[in-house]
């Protein structure tokens, strides 16, 4: 008997239909002779809709008021599933964050959790219900008032739920099946892993894995969480999200201790674009001027590259790379400053892809970089940028070459299945 | 500088641009000069279309469940209409039930409020900020989840709100601009009542006309709430609801005291309908009896009549009215008890119409039901059924009859105006 939490995403609660499907699964877990909590998302689009009223009421609207508003989507399907498990007879209740004891700061919109206080869930449990929990949202003890947790909140709402009531694992359910090592619409041949480290599934996240929200997979981390990923659609066991107690756990050695692949798997990421500076006085301190600059401006710069300074101009050129969305601040932010800087024009580009390896055996072996590289090569597809952490190498090449890079590279370090993986839709909250 | 608490119906905030609206209204009474605290329904047809959410994943939903899917619809309306306000440039917080301290007891779907204690509610005040409150819905104590409290419970929450702030007046809005004489669209010539007395509009109420909640009603009654009935799309006085302290304060006895009309309005009901106990053997307390069993099957019974007795057979036929929903229950009951009680049949007529003629002045004039029965006789209008209280005079016609009674009796007792009223849809929770 195990204390399972388990999390489904508004696509997984679209509709009546829906909800009755993921009710039938949890009673399935309950059966079982688990104790389950559950932390639900606002159903499909709801959240999309609240925020399409809001605009039509107040342009900016007033940050209590928007969480309070958004808030009310979870409400909506937690109280619909627990009515759904119910009439399966079995006794449910849901909470709202305030209610689970879910405390957070005051930051309205982007909210941290500070403390989880679970006392009614746990007497809930204690008296053999199914306990469901509002996604996404908390309560601050100070202002007394309803917050959200901001993109993935509902991830981190299980995990953090998880913690707090020392759950066994913390399912977290997507219309996709598992944590690939690539993109399956991008790399046919990915294949699905039967576990990742929690820190190659940081980089993963990082670099455009998008099934767990990194947050989420901090949380769980940090506090020992075991993250199960798997679908809403099917019983198949999906991909666990290793921390170095469950590496050791016997769950998880049977059979000798867990090999580490050099390479666990290649992400991909269209959502970059990059900024040049040109012609930068090759002096002292004005890089730290440029990227102060950006970072005032709110962007977030990822990878860095400085060419050498063409000796004869002793000037030289800046590139980095930042989400699309932060790059107009950016550069509007730099050509404000272009005459203190000193630097001769900027440079756009929105065309870039990023394809990223990752692999924790990277530490141990070498060469992996030589691999990289040489694929690319081989296909004939430029590098522009790279960069490296302990477990990753990125690389920057063209937007319309970053897919055929990353089945080459996929094949390189042969991670290719013998068949082709199954692609679902894009997922929930 | 007053404190006004507003009721805003579900019709009164469907959409983005109602809500906008009513913002508006609610800017300009704080322009005014006053403090203003909003009771809000859910837009529209929310409700509705939560109820037919419910009944898609449970046949019949949990009520704790149920109260806590439902309590969303005034969070979105409050939050929208908070956000409205904000946006025009006045500080506005929402509250829900329980942060408004709208303490009930735990009766999910139709909580009677134990206690208000507003206490965020004044500390909003005092910091100037407009107050909106989610209308409908309360917490219970004792197992701390959220209640709703049943039929115009957001009339209800308005009015309790005012009796808790002890505000000079509590305005609810509809799409209707007062209390009329008679329902304009039975009778065109009915005109609106500049006001009426707690009494008489119970009465009113009671008897089929629909602008207040008999439930409201009670409760201004009881704490001494002002009642101001009056209409969202219109800045014109709407009808005052007089409690006996108000009829005596200066606001209404300017120009000598208020003199009280002899009939304030003729009210009508096809909403009822009529069993008749064919063949009861008259003997002492079978009456009790019959009454006892229909009482028991949860019916809510209105007029009884009894005809006198057929020397011959000893026996004799009851008939009472009731709401047409409780009819097959009572039917069914009666039935099942026809042996015991040893009448001969039982029937069912829901084609009836109530005429009810409703005045204060009753008390103190007479020859008020001749005028009535003069009215129908001259129109050929049959009687079938007569019940009195101290301020009412209500008969049974057949419900075709109905609207040429009304418009007959209305123009017997001086009531037609002079032109026709303005008519307007339906109205909100």
């Known amino acids: 008997m195990a204390l399972i939490v388990q999390k489904y995403g508004g696509s997984s609660v679209a509709d009546a239909a829906s909800i009755k499907r993921v009710a039938k699964r949890i009673v399935d877990t309950r059966r079982a002779g688990h104790d389950v909590v559950v932390a639900v998302s606002a159903m499909g689009d709801t959240t999309d809709e609240l925020l399409d009223l809001a605009s039509q009421v107040a342009p900016i609207p007033a940050p209590r008021e928007l969480d309070m508003l958004l808030s009310s989507g979870e409400r909506i399907s937690m109280a619909l599933l627990a009515m759904a498990i119910h009439s399966m007879g079995f006794e449910a209740r849901s909470f709202t964050g305030s209610q689970a004891g ?156 867990m090999e580490e692949p050099v390479v666990a798997g290649v992400a991909t990421d269209l959502g970059q674009a990059k900024i040049t500076v040109v012609g930068v006085p090759d002096v002292p301190g004005k890089a730290a001027e440029i990227f102060k600059i950006v970072a ?71 060469g992996v970089s030589a691999t990289l590289f040489e694929a690319l090569s081989i296909a004939g597809i430029n590098i522009e940028m790279i960069s490296t952490s302990e477990i990753r190498i990125s690389v920057v090449v063209r937007g319309d070459d970053l897919s055929e890079a990353a089945r080459v590279v996929h094949t390189a370090y042969g991670l290719d299945g013998d068949s082709d993986a199954v692609v679902h839709a894009g997922s929930g909250r």
Chains 1, 2 share one sequence.
């Open 102 to 257: 879910m405390i957070t700061d005051a930051t309205h919109g982007a909210a941290r959790i500070v403390d989880v206080t679970p006392i009614r869930l746990r007497d809930a449990l204690d008296e053999g219900a199914i306990v469901i929990v509002a996604g996404f949202q908390g309560f601050n003890r100070d202002t007394r008032d309803i917050t959200t947790l901001g993109r993935g909140g509902s991830d981190t709402t299980a995990v953090a739920l998880a913690a707090a009531l020392d759950a066994d694992v913390c399912e977290i359910y997507s219309d996709v099946d598992g944590i690939y090592t690539a993109d399956p619409r991008v790399v046919p041949k990915a294949q699905k892993l039967t576990r990742v480290s929690s820190e190659e599934m940081l980089e993963l996240a990082a670099n455009g894995a998008k099934v767990l929200y990194i947050r989420a997979v901090e949380y769980a981390r940090r506090h020992g969480v075991l993250i199960h990923a798997r679908s809403t659609f099917s019983s198949a066991e999906g991909t666990y999200v290793l921390n170095e107690q469950h590496e050791r756990s016997e769950q998880f050695t049977e059979g000798g201790p």
């Open 296 to 366: 005032k401006s709110g962007a977030n710069v990822d990878m860095i590259v400085q060419n050498v300074s063409a000796a004869a101009t002793a000037r030289t050129d800046i590139s980095f790379t930042l989400p699309k969305g932060d790059a107009a601040v950016a550069l509007r932010a730099l050509a404000g400053d272009q005459a203190e800087v000193g630097f001769e024009s900027l440079i756009h580009d929105d065309q870039i892809g990023k394809l990223s390896v990752v692999g924790a055996g990277m530490r141990t072996h070498s």
